[in-house]
């Protein structure tokens, strides 16, 4: 079964003109494909959404999210990013199970879905359980794993893996509407040859890199002492930027 958006007072098209249509109406097909849009008439059998005094907007776009996070909502509030990431957050991260990952990513789904937004890009543990979440959701979604260097030699090469593993996994399921990308987690968790390694892989993967840069003053201030640049700037010495 179709879907007919009939009487839609505003309907703001992505097509390349990006046309502004009044007083129309969209027909999508039962793949979610667009069939018309304008002064249009739906099939028989599609489902009709009345939407006089509405706007239909394309699906919005989560650029950065932790899905699983969703269960840490209201937990350790208006404390500085640092002891927010080290006192709290992460202590409790250690206790993640794949299965809370899974039940959280589907809550996360849950609420975007119903805010209008269709596609994400993540980083974060236990992917496999968040890529099945996503699949089952219906949503767009860039997945990466969360590479944080351990201390050892050993411990990076497990990371390593592990981003590896993720990125054969979202092949293995063949899903149009999901894709991986690298995920270092920042110039200040991970070391220049990691961030290089995410760099290298991902060029010769043809994917996207994932990382946070300068979420707040005070990060961006002690990366400067520590390493007498700014954090874009810095990335972009080494050769980690792209064009």
Not at 50 to 57: L, S
Not at 108 to 128: K, S
Not at 158 to 178: D, F, G, N, T
């Amino acid at each position: 079964m179709g879907l007919f958006l009939k009487g839609c007072d505003w309907v703001i098209t992505q097509n390349p003109d990006r046309d502004v249509l009044r007083n129309s109406s969209v027909s999508i097909d039962d793949n979610g494909t667009i069939r018309d849009m304008g002064i249009t008439q739906g099939s028989r059998n599609d489902e009709v959404i009345d939407c006089r005094g509405k706007v239909v907007i394309p699906g919005l776009i989560n650029t950065h999210t932790h899905l699983s996070m969703t269960l840490f909502r209201g937990y350790a509030d208006d404390l500085e990013l640092q002891q927010w990431l080290e006192k709290k957050i992460w202590p409790l991260e250690k206790r993640l199970t794949g299965e809370m990952c899974y039940h959280g990513a589907l809550l996360g789904a849950m609420e975007m879905t119903r805010t209008g937004t269709t596609c994400f890009v993540d980083m974060y543990f236990h992917m496999e359980d968040v890529a099945k979440a996503t699949e089952e959701a219906g949503l767009r979604g860039i997945l990466s794993y969360g590479m944080i260097d351990p201390p050892t030699q050993e411990g990076k090469e497990r990371e390593r893996k592990s981003s590896l593993k993720l990125l054969q996994l979202v092949r293995a399921m063949k899903s149009p509407r999901i894709s991986f990308a690298f995920g270092p987690h920042s110039p200040y968790t991970c070391s220049e040859e990691t961030l290089l390694w995410c760099r290298k892989e991902a060029d010769k993967e043809k994917v996207l890199v994932n990382i946070h840069i300068a979420e707040t003053r005070g990060e961006q201030a002690k990366f400067e002492r520590d390493k007498k640049s700014r954090e874009v700037d810095y990335l972009d010495k080494i050769g980690f930027m792209n064009d």
